[in-house]
């Protein structure tokens, strides 16, 4: 069961609902496989509006593995996500606007 206090959501990937978190350590990993530098590099690099496919894929997988799941970025690629590509970037809004919070 997710907790939305601590910055867990819930989403249907590769068949499966899993959880996604943004922990410390998954932050972390987003910084340097995005070359964001620091979390206000992260911030500002999404709220542009424009993410990347491997954007999603790095968002999503560490999003996944802060969640307790065990799965690579190849992993995660090779995965059907429920909506797909629009299914894939709305999980990834969810994720950050639950780490971060909502947009205003």
Do not use: W, Y
């Not at 709220?47 to 065990?70: F, M, P, Q, W």
Request: net charge negative; glycine share 18%.
């Amino acid at each position: 069961m997710t907790n939305i206090h601590r910055g867990e959501i819930a989403a249907e990937i590769g068949g499966e609902t899993r959880t996604l978190c943004l922990t410390l350590g998954a932050l972390a990993e987003l910084e340097a496989r995005l070359g964001a530098g620091d979390l206000a590099g992260l911030a500002e690099r999404f709220g542009e509006g424009r993410v990347s496919a491997r954007d999603l894929t790095a968002i999503l997988g560490a999003g996944l593995r802060g969640g307790g799941n065990a799965l690579s970025d190849d992993d995660l690629a090779r995965m059907s996500v429920e909506g797909g590509l629009r299914g894939a970037a709305e999980i990834a809004v969810r994720l950050l606007e639950a780490t971060f919070g909502e947009r205003g």
